[in-house]
């Protein structure tokens, strides 16, 4: 089983909103990341957690907050965000962080901030 | 600055015309490079793996070559429904994967 779930599929949230977005994976990979995908554009990494502990991209801004309850969940707390935020959210897992992992995406979920 | 450049942007294919999708990378110490395959509004779908140059892998219509300066993914006779934007990646170290902006593929019946 390759797979990875993710919800849920469509959100739509105004700014001053709090949400999750929540991703989940029964492959017993040891590593999980958090994507941002615009329209035409390859997947920008965000987090990445690695054995439950977590990697950041400098450049995430502080209004998404990644959680890792543990090996199997995911989750991305959104506080504040901005319509430039709007996009497609992958999460993906790999057996490990290093370079000879492939990783395998959930379907995403499609986040339009209003 | 280690970087991934995919060509064409995109490839308009009548089936069966078999074709060549390129990715040319600069990087520092490469540890893998990965293709996958994403459907509009889907998540990527791993295809293949490489580590070293001289390597090829091949999935049905699909084979991916590498090289120590690029890697070619070989269309052979292809159906519409490979049409998908294919993407290359590739690992530098640690957690950090950097992706190419994709080729988008049209395959016309």
């Known amino acids: 089983d390759t797979e990875v779930t993710q919800t849920p599929k469509h959100l739509v949230m105004g700014m001053t909103n709090k949400k999750s977005l929540k991703c989940e994976q029964h492959m017993g990979h040891r590593a999980m990341y958090w994507y941002k995908q615009k329209a035409k554009k390859p997947p920008e990494l965000m987090f990445v957690y690695s054995y439950e502990k977590l990697s950041i991209n400098e450049s995430v801004p502080s209004r998404f907050s990644p959680e890792c309850p543990n090996s199997s969940l995911l989750n991305l707390h959104l506080h504040a965000l901005q319509p430039e935020d709007s996009a497609l959210y992958l999460c993906a897992s790999s057996q490990g962080s290093g370079g000879s992992y492939e990783q395998y995406f959930g379907p995403g979920t499609r986040l339009t901030v209003t | 600055e280690d970087q991934v450049t995919q060509s064409p942007e995109a490839l308009r294919l009548q089936e069966g015309e078999s074709s060549s999708l390129n990715c040319s990378y600069t990087v520092s110490g490469l540890r893998g490079l990965f293709w996958y395959r994403q459907d509009p509004g889907k998540g990527p779908e791993f295809l293949f793996t490489?580590?070293?140059a001289g390597e090829e892998k091949e999935k049905e219509r699909l084979k991916a070559t590498l090289t120590k300066k690029e890697s070619f993914l070989h269309i052979t006779a292809p159906k519409p429904e490979d049409s998908a934007t294919y993407l290359c990646?590739?690992?530098?170290?640690?957690?950090?994967?950097?992706f190419g902006a994709g080729t988008r593929l049209f395959v016309k019946a």
């Open positions: 990646a590739l690992n530098t170290g640690g957690f950090k994967t950097i």
């Open positions: 490489l580590y070293s």
